[in-house]
């Protein structure tokens, strides 16, 4: 089948074909349906692809560069981009006290808890419990984040923050970092939407990432569904969900539904739409100039803050690792890159930089991989070959 059949387009230096031929036959093995690659190398952009179908209905229209796709947590290292540039202008100390910031947020022994220890996920707010005063209802989860920011605040630890260990903060981490977000930026007092793209994206050519609540009217048309596999191959050794872990995953039970698009209200400021060109130019700014984060401040964001050998609480007691920026680090991100830092979200869309291998990589698909216990076989079949073309 020819790149033309599939709709494979765009930009790929020549000595990196070899990973244009991967991506191809992503499509070919029927493990894509639409998705965004791109790739930078030593500052260099060397890989910029684009394929396939934008929907499963209509196969006439196809997946381009002006898709926009939702990419659930790898946004988060957007997220902690932002949070760095507040640390760099002075208005943010990963080593102070979250309260200092936000001081109803010391409620219910939180009043110890650091920004680093907030964002490196060993707050233990991965929940928020409903009390005789306050029930979480849908309506919470929609446009405005007010009564679950007010919750967390009120908000007791599911563990001792710090010394207790760290837990992924699926769904509230963004809703964390917002209203810190909101707290510090003097006198605008944005969201953390509105941050990026007015102090991030906008200063980037031809850069788009949205958090769907900040996404304007007439964009709408260009993002695509998510598709969910057709069948979940069941593993007989699968342990279900603890209780923690299903309330993590779920907002309380409240989220039925992931959100596939931009047209659900549900966890709208959580919910983000992009793409990879996007993605790898965002990583590209932080290792290959200092046009945002001085190497003093990226450094800093990037310090791990997770002991040797620590358990995810949440994610089924993996080995996972993060730094006191809110980055997933190394193995947790990638297998043999070295020094990593970025993101992956639920579904299969990654976003990274390389300081070791000077590289940046960003791949956002529309269809949709449930197991996040191993790296997505579409990506790990690219990183392979990326490995025999940089490491020879």
């Known amino acids: 089948m020819s790149d033309k059949e599939d709709n494979i387009s765009g930009y790929c230096a020549q000595s990196w074909k070899l990973i244009r031929d991967l991506f191809h036959q992503n499509f070919i093995e029927n493990l894509d349906i639409g998705a965004s690659l791109c790739i930078f190398y030593r500052g260099e952009c060397v890989v910029d692809l684009v394929g396939g179908w934008f929907d ?28 760095a540039l507040c640390v760099q202008r002075g208005i943010l100390n990963y080593e102070e006290k979250v309260s200092t910031y936000w001081p ?11 920004v680093k220890d907030l964002l490196s996920h060993r707050a233990g707010l991965t929940v928020i419990d409903n009390d005789d005063d306050h029930i979480l209802n849908v309506e919470d989860i929609l446009d405005d984040p007010t009564k679950i920011t007010y919750l967390l605040a009120k908000q007791k630890p599911y563990w001792q923050p710090d010394i207790g260990g760290h837990g992924y903060h699926a769904l509230t981490f963004a809703y964390l970092v917002n209203e810190l977000i909101r707290r510090i930026d003097i006198p605008k007092h944005r969201s953390i939407g509105e941050f990026i793209q ?18 304007p009217e007439q964009y709408k048309t260009r993002v695509s569904s998510c598709i969910p596999p057709i069948q979940i191959k069941k593993d007989e050794n699968h342990v279900p969900l603890s209780e923690l872990q299903e309330r993590t995953f779920t907002m309380n039970g409240l989220v039925k539904t992931t959100p596939m698009d931009c047209t659900s209200k549900c966890l709208s400021c959580v919910n983000v739409v992009t793409n990879a060109r996007s993605l790898a130019k965002i990583y590209a700014s932080l290792i290959f100039t200092e046009n945002f984060l001085t190497t003093e401040t990226l450094s800093k964001s990037i310090l791990n803050n997770t002991p040797d050998n620590e358990f995810d609480k949440i994610l089924d007691n993996k080995l996972t690792k993060f730094s006191q920026g809110g980055f997933m680090l190394d193995e947790t991100v990638v297998n043999d890159f070295g020094k990593v830092f970025g993101h992956w979200g639920w579904g299969g869309s990654i976003a990274f930089a390389s300081l ?35 490491d020879l």
Request: hydrophobic share 35%.
């Open 56 to 83: 499963l209905e209509n196969d006439r229209r196809l997946y381009t560069h002006d898709t926009l796709q939702p990419v659930y947590s790898t946004g988060k290292g957007v997220m902690a981009t932002a949070l």
């Open 104 to 114: 109803e947020f010391k409620q219910n022994g939180k009043e110890n808890i650091k």
């Open 198 to 215: 007015q102090e991030i994206t906008q200063h980037i050519d031809n850069c788009e990432y949205f958090i769907v609540n900040c996404l």
């Open 356 to 390: 070791d291998k000077q590289l940046t990589f960003a791949f956002v698909p529309n269809k949709l991989i449930f197991d996040i216990t191993t790296t997505d076989r579409r990506v790990q079949t690219i990183l392979d070959g990326i490995k025999t073309l940089i």
